[in-house]
């Protein structure tokens, strides 16, 4: 795997090549089995996006959603999730389309080498699939719903 990082300080662009990352959302594939959202996954999804995290640029880190979902909690007595559950709600938001992850930052390790890696702090937007609305789910039920590309066609010809 390769990616391509810019650096901090000199703009230089560079290739890298041998990567590996693992991709969150994406370990056992149970984000796409999944047919119906937790009201801590749909918690997740409606603070995401009131943070208007809608781009890799503008992305929210975990400790952003982290913040609002215990002032909330704390607003309105209910109990404060531990931080590894929301990463649990990040990750299978992500593996059933509603969410993208980005590690925009690398950080140099050595100077002379220039020998750089990421940062191992991700952060998370608004798929464009469920900002286009070809997934989405209801909200009474909380079921998820997926359009096929012929409905989509559809639906952008209305």
Request: proline share 2%; aromatic share 8%.
């Amino acid at each position: 795997m390769s990616a391509t990082v810019q650096c901090d300080r000199c703009g230089n662009v560079m290739e890298l090549h041998g990567i590996l990352m693992r991709r969150k959302g994406e370990g056992k594939r149970t984000g796409e089995e999944q047919s119906k959202l937790s009201l801590g996954q749909v918690w997740t999804l409606r603070i995401v996006g009131k943070l208007q995290a809608i781009r890799a640029e503008i992305a929210a880190p975990k400790f952003s959603v982290y913040d609002i979902i215990r002032q909330e909690a704390l607003a309105t007595h209910r109990r404060i999730p531990q931080s590894q559950m929301l990463t649990f709600w990040l990750s299978s938001l992500r593996g059933a389309g509603f969410l993208s992850m980005a590690n925009r930052v690398c950080q140099i390790r050595d100077k002379d080498t220039m020998e750089i890696r990421f940062r191992k702090k991700p952060v998370w937007y608004l798929s464009e699939a469920y900002l286009r609305g070809s997934i989405g789910f209801d909200s009474e039920t909380r079921k998820i719903w997926r359009l096929t590309d012929a409905e989509m066609k559809t639906k952008e010809a209305m």
